[in-house]
């Protein structure tokens, strides 16, 4: 079922957005450095230990595969981005003793994998730039076809507030066009950025929460939860005098995993995970 993506198949708009290389240092900086520790910690309690076999879907620069190579897992990467394909061989490169097993560009609605060869499938992307809803239960049938009977998939979806949330913490509620942005994503999930401007993002679908479940068990997946990555904590007006008190921190990371798996409040997470399974 491998389909061949080429850059020409991707918005021009999102080419432009990645090809800055703005991905390389997103998960790094300011409130986004929560997204990446969350990630991470939800990783280290749900994943099967290795060795296990991790097909990393849409893993852009690598960080999370990287990561997960240094921790003893054998991960191969797909991207639609050649740029991030070439950070993330570079970032491979960069710890020898613990590559990434394999990194190629690829389309997660066609992977180019066996049936049953991977232990965890990853989508930490495709789901939210895949903006119909047809394309992106290809991507999710695909990550079932690869599974093993009992594997895991960890799927990412910006939810559908973020924009709005984020506009009012930000004050680009300010500006007119943002306003008519984060309008949009709240009547249908469309997120479009006509300005172009690099802090409203890109093309994308921004997720309900039900959607999110919805989808994933139409690709035949057994559903598990659903966890807010973030939580309210990327909210904080003094994010940055949290993050740089070691207890306060600690404090901020305790609050958001106690209340991951909150089903009232899992809007208000700027990304969700869904957890799923393959049937034995």
């Known amino acids: ?41 939800i990783l280290e309690r749900y994943l099967p230990p290795p060795p296990t076999v ?47 097993a394999s990194i190629a560009v690829g389309d997660a609605r066609g992977l180019n994998r066996p049936n049953e060869s991977v232990d965890v499938a990853l989508l930490f992307g495709p789901l939210y730039h895949l903006t119909e809803r047809n394309d992106r239960l290809a991507a999710l049938r695909e990550a079932h076809r690869v599974l093993k009977p009992g594997g895991s998939l960890f799927a990412v979806a910006i939810s559908r507030f973020a924009s709005t949330l984020d506009g009012l913490i930000k004050g680009f ?9 984060a309008e949009q994503d709240l ?17 994308a679908f921004f997720h309900h929460p039900d959607e999110l479940k919805a989808e994933t ?46 089903a009232s409040i899992l809007g208000v997470s700027a990304h969700m995970m869904a957890l799923a399974r393959k049937e034995s």
Request: negative net charge.
């Open 54 to 100: 991790v097909f990393d879907i849409g893993g852009g620069p690598g960080i999370y595969a990287c990561w997960l190579a240094k921790n003893g897992y054998e991960v191969h990467l797909v991207d639609p981005v050649p740029l991030h394909v070439e950070q993330a061989r570079d970032a491979s490169e960069a710890q020898p003793d613990h590559p990434i």
């Open 173 to 181: 509620l300010d500006d007119p066009q943002f306003a008519r942005i």
């Open 187 to 203: 009547r249908d999930g469309q997120h479009r950025n006509p300005t172009n401007h690099p802090f409203y993002f890109t093309t």
């Open 1 to 41: 079922m491998s389909r061949n993506m080429s850059e020409s198949d991707l918005p021009p708009e999102m080419l432009a957005h990645y090809r800055s290389g703005y991905e390389t240092q997103r998960l790094t900086t300011g409130r986004s450095r929560l997204e990446l520790v969350r990630t991470l910690d």
């Open 217 to 262: 068990e139409e690709a035949g997946l057994r559903y598990e939860a659903t966890l807010s990555i973030e939580g309210p904590g990327w909210l904080l007006q003094n994010f940055e005098e949290h993050w740089s008190d070691e207890a306060r921190r600690e404090r901020l990371l305790s609050a958001t995993r106690a209340l991951e798996s909150e």
